[in-house]
């Protein structure tokens, strides 16, 4: 899939993180989270909450994964809008479809204990989706379920003795024993190299999976310098 990008009129805003070529391949160099922060910003502005619409005050403005991180949701500009912190976290891993009624219900004067009721119904039924249907609350097109791990690139050493000591593979394991699947799909650049997801990596290599859920990135390349 295509990672939605800005014009490249806005490398500028990207600093010697990355660059947006004529051809339209974000390249990276650096920091791929710093990256993500400066196209959203480039994508949405940085002045209005794409939920509620109104101004954001200056420093406050908060990056918001449209498809939350519960359920699938991942750092790639396609999942992600600039809002708000009070939107950022009044919707938290609700749908769309779920964080409009719910604020129709607000608007409607709904008592805050219906409200709150809405709310874990809705994650409980979201939960109940993602395990029986055993897929992510992403569109269809993004992600690749089946992905081959052998064709997955690691830029730099990969050392699993010390890759399994992380907080992050000790959630992934934890996440992965309770559900019979991740979290989150990996993401990868046009050439396969992991840009983000190493401990749901690490997680494969060492249980022996010989396929995994990957948003395949047809126009981002990572170069990190030797
Ligand atoms: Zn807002």
């Given at each position: 899939m295509f990672m939605d990008l800005p014009t490249p009129?806005?490398?500028?805003?990207?600093?010697?993180d990355a660059q947006i070529t004529d051809s339209g391949i974000l390249i990276v160099h650096g920091s791929y989270n710093r990256t993500i922060r400066n196209l959203s910003r480039a994508i949405w502005g940085d002045e209005i909450c794409q939920y509620c619409l109104k101004p954001i005050k200056k420093h406050r403005l908060t990056i918001e994964h449209i498809y939350g991180r519960e359920f699938g949701g991942v750092d790639i500009t396609n999942c992600l809008t600039i809002v708000c912190p009070k939107c950022n976290a009044d919707k938290d891993d609700l749908t769309i479809e779920q964080y409009v009624k719910l604020l129709d219900m607000i608007k409607n004067g709904e008592p805050k204990k219906n409200c709150l009721k809405f709310r874990a119904t809705c994650r409980q039924e979201n939960l109940n989706t993602v395990l029986s249907e055993?897929?992510?609350?992403?569109?269809?097109?993004?992600?690749?379920?089946?992905?081959?791990?052998?064709e997955i690139q690691i830029n730099g050493v990969f050392n699993p003795k010390e890759a399994v000591k992380t907080k992050n593979y000790k959630k992934v394991k934890r996440v992965y024993n309770q559900r019979?699947?991740?979290?989150n799909p990996l993401i990868v650049d046009r050439r396969g190299f992991l840009i983000d997801g190493t401990a749901s990596y690490t997680f494969a290599r060492k249980n022996g999976l010989l396929e995994v859920p990957v948003i395949l990135l047809d126009n981002v390349e990572i170069q990190r310098k030797k």
């Open positions: 009129d806005c490398n500028g805003n990207l600093g010697s055993k897929r992510f609350l992403l569109p269809d097109n993004w992600v690749d379920y089946n992905f081959p791990v052998k019979g699947m991740f979290k």
